[in-house]
């Protein structure tokens, strides 16, 4: 069976279970644990970004559930599948299944997975996604899609390092992760240049004015 819903505001959220059959609609409330920082620290298994079709753009994987090329592969696939019917363009989606939560979000034709064990917390894969896909969408200047993504390969991959290291998150603030991804590649003579860095800026912020208007 595989159990698909919603994180949206406020973080009440509908599941369906896919069983091929029309089985009862649950609805389950997801509370946020007395806080982020929990006993054990939070650890992510992969991140992963492939296209519509369900092919690879950029993958991180920190976990050894998958100890072959072969198996990640088959288990993007199997996300892919999964999820490619779902409407996961206006919020971030969650699934469960292989034992795993999966959150995930597209847009364009670029699809924006995190993974973590099935006793993680939702709300902390949640926001390490968010992270990720805001970041990404700074980076490449608003045109997140695959053709730009694959262009500023280096600068996505970067994005990954700063965001996750062997599985411990360490950043999840998109201006933070960009910022520190613009400053890489200036040292390393990239593309990006100290203008760049300001208008991502400038548009995190115009964005997260947005959102508190909302």
Not at 12 to 31: L, M, N, P
Not at 150 to 161: G, P, S, T, V, Y
Not at 188 to 200: C, H, W
Request: aromatic share 8%.
């Amino acid at each position: 069976f595989q159990y698909f819903f919603s994180l949206s505001p406020p973080l009440s959220s509908k599941v369906e279970r896919f069983a091929g059959s029309s089985d009862t609609v649950e609805t389950r409330k997801i509370f946020p644990r007395r806080s982020l920082v929990m006993e054990s620290c939070p650890s992510i298994k992969n991140i992963i970004l492939l296209d519509s079709e369900g092919q690879r753009v950029a993958v991180k994987y920190y976990s050894d559930d998958w100890p072959t090329n072969s198996a990640k592969e088959a288990f993007e696939k199997s996300v892919s599948t999964k999820t490619q019917k779902t409407n996961a363009r206006t919020e971030a989606e969650i699934a469960m299944f292989e034992n795993n939560i999966v959150v995930y979000k597209f847009v364009q034709d670029l699809h924006f997975f995190v993974t973590g064990g099935e006793d993680e917390n939702e709300l902390i894969l949640a926001t390490v996604l968010q992270g990720f896909f805001d970041a990404v969408g700074l980076l490449l200047r608003g045109n997140v899609d695959k053709k730009e993504a694959l262009e500023n390969l280096d600068l996505i991959l970067l994005c990954l390092d700063e965001i996750v290291d062997g599985g411990i998150i360490l950043e999840t603030d998109a201006n933070v992760i960009a910022g520190k991804v613009a400053s890489h590649s200036m040292d390393a003579g990239g593309p990006l240049s100290e203008q760049t860095i300001s208008q991502a800026l400038a548009t995190a912020r115009e964005h997260l004015t947005r959102s508190l208007l909302k």
